[in-house]
């Protein structure tokens, strides 16, 4: 049987009672009846009509969720949404008028939260809205590991900007995009217990069923990797109750 390791602590969550949006949107006649709403429904909300414009934004006020348009002139969403997960830790929600299951899957593994489908409700948005932030609050803060950068943990090295799992006798092991993101998600929170919940969101969000895949038949693939003995794991834990643990340190190499 697993014994759970020293737990770490999240921080209690909180509402999202006045949390700060920004809205990226280039159609003005949507945009501003947007912001208007989630004003009036208590938030508060900045617009950028581009990417350069929500550029300068980030990097001047804090937000706890972006709600951004896929198609936009210049710098479309998918590539913000890109580089806004390189380096910032915020929620995001696409907006898109393509409601193709693949669209969907490559706006989430961009890094986004939710996908929305045009046309919309502004209380469907609103509704997701909520629950994205209220699910980012109730996870445990990441480390913001850097991208395209070398991971060692015990014998193992995970190469990230190739998406490669190394062995200690330099063989590559190949990784389902479900079983990167669930190493990627341990690795940025190491020695916590995660509750199956918490691993959902952090690997595949609102769109689970797009992987086909629950959280213990992942963890079971990817022991069946990294384990010397899968039965008798000791990086990856089970917290009898709580969820999963990842057990060992995590260093970044180059």
């Not at 049987?1 to 809205?23: F, N, V, W, Y």
């Not at 009509?49 to 972006?66: G, M, N, P």
């Not at 070398?150 to 995009?177: H, I, M, Y």
Request: charged share 25%; glycine share 6%; aromatic share 6%.
């Amino acid at each position: 049987m697993d014994t759970p390791p020293r737990l770490g602590q999240s921080a209690p969550a909180k509402t999202d009672e006045g949390c700060h949006i920004l809205l990226v949107e280039d159609e003005r006649n949507m945009r501003e009846p947007l912001a208007d709403y989630f004003q009036r429904n208590g938030f508060r909300v900045m617009q950028a009509s581009h990417a350069l414009e929500a550029r300068h934004l980030l990097a001047r006020y804090k937000f706890e969720l972006i709600i951004l348009d896929i198609m936009m002139p210049g710098e479309d969403g998918l590539s913000l949404c890109r580089s806004i997960r390189e380096k910032l830790d915020i929620p995001t929600i696409l907006l898109s008028a393509k409601a193709e299951e693949t669209d969907r899957i490559v706006g989430l593994e961009m890094g986004a939260d939710d996908y929305v489908v045009k046309p919309f409700a502004p209380r469907e948005l609103l509704a997701r809205a909520k629950a994205v932030i209220r699910r980012a609050q109730s996870l445990p803060r990441s480390r913001h590991l850097p991208a395209q950068k070398t991971l060692q943990f015990g014998v193992w090295k995970l190469k990230t900007g190739a998406r490669q799992l190394v062995g200690k006798d330099g063989l590559v092991v190949p990784l389902s995009t479900g079983e990167f993101n669930l190493l990627i998600a341990f690795l940025e929170h190491p020695r916590i217990v995660l509750s199956r919940d918490q691993l959902l969101d952090l690997t595949q969000g609102r769109e689970a069923s797009a992987f086909d895949r629950s959280i213990d038949n992942l963890i079971s693939r990817v022991r069946k990797k990294i384990e010397a003995d899968p039965k008798s794991p000791t990086y990856i834990l089970t917290v009898w109750g709580g969820g999963y643990c990842f057990a060992m340190d995590v260093q970044v190499i180059s």
